[in-house]
């Protein structure tokens, strides 16, 4: 039989606070760089404490392993709601901003400023390939 998730309760607001302070001050620990042959046990080593500091902080009690994956989800849902607001102002039709996705608040924009803005809203050099670039060049060979 599978074990059941326990579920360690809700990351509260200061939390995350703390969470991100402690991640500017580790930043190679926040995305996700490490170098040199003993990198995975600093890495360790700083998980370890950015742990208790968090469970001391009030509200989530979690291990290691859950403080990671709630770092790997907060960053993909910033991600994502970033891409979201990305499509949306890219779209026609003079939609008005409230029918958008809700903007990133103090906090996720935060965590976007670990990322590098290629990352997050593409590098604006690299050509997309398209179906029209498809059809010229079809075009050109069949002599049209």
Same mark, same amino acid.
């Given at each position: =039989?599978?074990?059941?998730?326990? &579920?360690?309760?809700?990351?509260?607001?200061?939390? @995350?606070?703390?969470?991100?302070?402690?991640? @500017?001050?580790? &930043?190679?620990?926040?995305?996700?760089?490490? #170098?040199? +042959?003993?990198?995975?046990?600093?890495?360790?080593?700083?998980?370890?404490?950015? /742990?208790?500091?968090?469970?001391?902080?009030? #509200?989530?009690?979690? /291990?290691?392993?859950? *403080? !990671? !994956?709630? *770092?790997?989800?907060?960053?993909? #849902?910033?991600?994502?709601?970033?891409?979201?607001? =990305? &499509?949306?102002?890219?779209?026609?039709?003079? &939609?008005?901003?409230?029918?958008?996705?809700? +903007?990133? %608040?103090? =906090?996720?924009?935060?965590?976007? %400023?670990?990322?590098? /803005?290629?990352?997050? %809203?593409? %590098?604006?050099? /690299?050509?997309?390939?398209?179906?029209?670039?498809?059809?010229?060049? $079809?075009? @050109?060979?069949?002599? $049209?």
């Amino acid at each position: =039989m599978s074990e059941k998730k326990v &579920r360690s309760g809700k990351v509260t607001k200061q939390q @995350k606070q703390k969470f991100l302070d402690l991640l @500017k001050n580790h &930043r190679n620990v926040g995305i996700g760089q490490f #170098g040199g +042959p003993n990198s995975g046990k600093a890495a360790n080593a700083v998980w370890a404490t950015l /742990t208790a500091e968090l469970n001391a902080c009030g #509200g989530a009690c979690k /291990t290691v392993e859950q *403080w !990671k !994956k709630c *770092w790997a989800d907060w960053k993909s #849902g910033v991600k994502k709601q970033q891409a979201a607001i =990305m &499509r949306f102002q890219n779209a026609t039709g003079n &939609r008005p901003a409230s029918e958008g996705p809700a +903007p990133l %608040d103090g =906090m996720d924009l935060q965590v976007l %400023d670990f990322f590098p /803005t290629a990352l997050v %809203d593409g %590098d604006g050099v /690299t050509k997309e390939s398209g179906f029209q670039e498809v059809i010229s060049s $079809y075009n @050109k060979k069949k002599n $049209y």
